[in-house]
């Protein structure tokens, strides 16, 4: 090649040309999400986007699951790989104490763990054909959410274990009791909506008093664990299971022993049935339904535990539990006010402005200093390790309020 030719070439558009996928690649790597993964899968024939699916989906859910044992083992070898990082000395200590073995433990309560979430999986296959049709997709890895997974599993405990007795014991028993006035032969007749219901014990407790009673959920990962648990395929007697729901959290832990402790469940054997439905979906979207002793739409009782403040418009909320209530109708309330920070819920309310709220809205607050429908604080901790160096403990508030006869 002469010079004049590369003159030329320096001179024309076609070294312009050459540079412009560098240039793109270049500002795509400063400005936008982008790993090798994706350039990879960009380049790979075939190639499908992978799907991405809301926060609570059902497919998000499936794939979460179905994704525990190979995550897991994912972290647990970045861990392996941290210790290894330590220096001679320090990871002869390690050695002597006994931490390979413990990170092998964990290896193993992985797998143990993996079985419950097998089982989730493959009744949901059964149990949403729309599954079967997305389950060979590209399924991102980042997309699934291991954290939600371990949560379902810590709720076996809470609510279906013998060692979430008296945690459940401590919220349950307000609730329960006031339910309990009601006359057991009129019990029937009366509808309860329990939002929020999470893996449906409360629901269960108050379908097993009588009242027909409907256990909503948002969330498929509790969905799902629930489903797995009122299934006769999956869940055929008491106590059956055993999973070790504390394993991947090492912190605040007194001994190995007690950190990877198996637990039973479930200590009782829910089914659904003609008093205890399971309507899945968004609360707001929820109609009221039918009475079973008159003209009248509505539900008698809703009954909202640790549920409002998960809303990101909880003046939404507040109205639609006014909404879907009959006239006469009661709602009751427990749980603390923890909002969703960093701007997504419209109002993080304090609870004095929460009792105004509710007081606009048209509800009428039981004002009683005593009784079962008196409000009070109720000191109670959430999916808490008993055996744990640390508590956390909310100072739940509880209330009844009514909705009038005729306005």
Request: charged share 20%.
């Amino acid at each position: 090649m002469s010079f004049s030719d590369i003159r030329y070439i320096l001179a024309s558009d076609t070294l312009l040309a050459s540079f412009i996928p560098l240039i793109i690649l270049v500002i795509g790597y400063k400005h936008f999400s982008f790993n090798v993964s994706n350039l990879r899968d960009l380049l790979s024939v075939g190639y499908r986007k992978r799907p991405v699916y809301g926060y609570f989906s059902l497919p998000r859910a499936y794939f979460s699951f179905d994704q525990y044992a190979q995550l897991s083992a994912r972290e647990l070898s970045k861990m392996r790989a941290s210790y290894r990082k330590l220096g001679r000395a320090n990871e002869k200590i390690g050695f002597k104490i006994g931490y390979p073995k413990k990170l092998d433990r964990l290896q193993e309560e992985i797998a143990n763990n993996a079985t419950i979430t097998a089982g989730i999986t493959s009744l949901a296959l059964d149990e949403f054909p729309s599954l079967k049709t997305n389950v060979d997709a590209p399924i991102d890895p980042n997309s699934a959410d291991l954290g939600r997974v371990r949560e379902s599993l810590k709720h076996y405990v809470r609510d279906w274990s013998s060692e979430g007795k008296p945690e459940r014991a401590r919220i349950f028993a307000p609730i329960l009791k006031l339910l309990q006035k009601v006359p057991a032969n009129s019990r029937q007749d009366l509808k309860v909506l329990v939002p929020g219901c999470g893996l449906g014990r409360l629901a269960w407790e108050i379908s097993e008093l009588g009242f027909d009673t409907t256990a909503n959920e948002l969330s498929y990962f509790m969905i799902l664990a629930l489903r797995f648990l009122c299934s006769e395929k999956t869940t055929k007697s008491v106590n059956q299971h055993n999973l070790a729901p504390y394993a991947h959290w090492f912190s605040h832990q007194l001994t190995n022993e007690s950190l990877f402790r198996q637990i039973s469940f479930p200590d009782v054997l829910p089914r659904f049935s003609s008093n205890f439905h399971l309507a899945e979906g968004d609360f707001l979207e929820l109609k009221a339904p039918l009475s079973h002793t008159s003209h009248l739409k509505g539900y008698d009782f809703i009954i909202t535990l640790f549920f409002i403040d998960t809303s990101l418009d909880v003046l939404a909320t507040l109205n639609h539990i006014y909404n879907l209530l009959k006239p006469g109708g009661t709602w009751v309330n427990l749980g603390p006010l923890l909002w969703t920070g960093g701007g997504q819920a419209k109002l993080e309310l304090s609870l004095e402005e929460v009792l105004l709220a509710v007081e606009e809205i048209g509800f009428i607050l039981n004002a009683g200093k005593t009784g079962a429908g008196s409000r009070k604080t109720i000191e109670c901790e959430y999916t808490g390790d008993k055996n744990a160096m640390m508590r956390w403990i909310y100072k739940a508030e509880f209330w009844v309020a009514t909705k009038p006869q005729s306005l």
